[in-house]
């Protein structure tokens, strides 16, 4: 072991960076390739509102200044549209930053934190970094157990971790199940709802995280700008929780961890109603394309209400993977999530769609005939 092996904080030793998506120009870099469709990241395919650039474009002269650190006007347009006070809201560098800011805030060497088999990766990187103890526990259906998940709460346990909808499957759990499961956790148990996928769902069942925050005091509801809003190259998520909670985790905020273009970027975002509404019913036009598509291939696919579908492609998933990514075509291999045998695909626009489902068939034909 080397002198710097040595010097590494033991939650970090056995970690392994997260590895995002492929950019679009790692490929052409790797592979000469130009034209290219990334479906990898669950990005918004429609790219961002006009309303966005024209906040970015505003204030992109004052980039020479410090943002405001407290992100007043952003969590001030944020408590107007979920009915919350600024002082339970918390501002992260993406939802990823949040996330991060709760192990940090409340989690010492040593206690325990529950997550879900097939569930977000960030949520084991940010426990084990601060030498938490992991219970893993095993998916239902590819998607959270949420009764397990209480089960397996000891005196220990710290934080429970849940995706609503979880990525990568695209599943969900119900309001009734998320309710049952939140009162059965013992108040000393926090529990962080991860609604990235918020604003895609459609599901009359599903719940609105925001809405349970007055019952459940333990409660920390994590949304991001990434997604629907298409914001994920600016990097801007936020929590909701008690005022106490909310507090603590400014403790170990970073300074000025959200930057002025994407705090105007994001206030802008909220006030295009009809860019969000364009885009989740394009999403849903397109979970249909790519379902009946993966159908017509024989292929299995996981139910999804988020904007992506996790497919069965089987046991050669890593070089049909690779070998989508010779057409140009950039899709997600889900081995490190436990699924082996799956590509996860984002929705793109209708003709990124087809392309995709193209290039998914030529390379299973091309592997089976080699």
């Not at 904080?9 to 995002?20: D, E, H, I, K, T």
């Not at 088999?117 to 426990?127: G, K, R, T």
């Not at 995280?209 to 298409?230: A, C, D, H, M, Q």
Request: contains cysteine; hydrophobic residues 40%.
């Amino acid at each position: 072991m080397s002198q710097i092996a040595g010097l590494i904080a033991q939650g970090v030793r056995s970690l392994q960076p997260y590895q995002p998506g492929k950019p679009a120009e790692a490929l052409e870099r790797e592979l000469g390739i130009t034209d290219i469709v990334k479906l990898a990241s669950n990005e918004n395919p429609r790219g961002t509102s006009p309303a966005v650039i024209r906040a970015i474009s505003e204030v992109l002269s004052g980039a020479a200044r410090y943002p405001d650190g407290s992100g007043h006007s952003l969590k001030r347009t944020l408590s107007e549209k979920l009915t919350v006070s600024l002082e339970s809201l918390t501002l992260g560098n993406g939802s990823n930053d949040v996330l991060d800011l709760v192990a940090r805030a409340f989690v010492n060497p040593g206690d325990e934190v529950v997550v879900s088999e097939h569930a977000f990766a960030v949520y084991v990187l940010a426990s084990v970094s601060v030498n938490a103890r992991l219970r893993v526990v095993p998916a239902c259906e590819f998607g959270h157990d949420l009764e397990a998940m209480a089960a397996a709460v000891t005196p220990d346990t710290k934080v429970v971790f849940v995706a609503n909808p979880n990525n990568p499957t695209g599943t969900y759990s119900e309001a009734g199940i998320v309710e049952r499961f939140l009162n059965s956790l013992p108040d000393t148990v926090l529990a962080v709802l991860d609604e990235a996928y918020f604003e895609y769902v459609t599901r009359g069942d599903y719940p609105n995280g925001v809405e349970l925050l007055s019952r459940f005091p333990n409660l920390i509801v994590v949304r991001t700008f990434s997604k629907v809003y298409g914001l994920a190259g600016l990097r801007v998520g936020y929590g909701i929780a008690s005022e106490e909670i909310t507090e603590v985790l400014n403790r170990v905020r970073h300074p000025f961890n959200v930057n002025s273009l994407a705090l105007a970027g994001a206030e802008a975002a909220l006030s295009d109603e009809t860019f969000v509404a364009q885009s989740v019913g394009q999403n849903l036009e397109g979970l249909q394309q790519l379902g009946s598509g993966l159908d017509e291939l024989g292929l299995e696919w996981i139910p999804s209400v988020a904007n992506f579908i996790c497919a069965r492609v089987g046991p050669n998933a890593a070089e049909i993977y690779e070998s989508m990514l010779k057409q140009g075509v950039i899709v997600r291999p889900v081995a490190n999530y436990g699924l082996p045998e799956h590509l996860r695909i984002s929705v793109g626009l209708e003709d990124e769609n087809t392309r995709a489902l193209a290039a998914l068939d030529k390379a299973r034909l091309t592997i089976s005939g080699s």
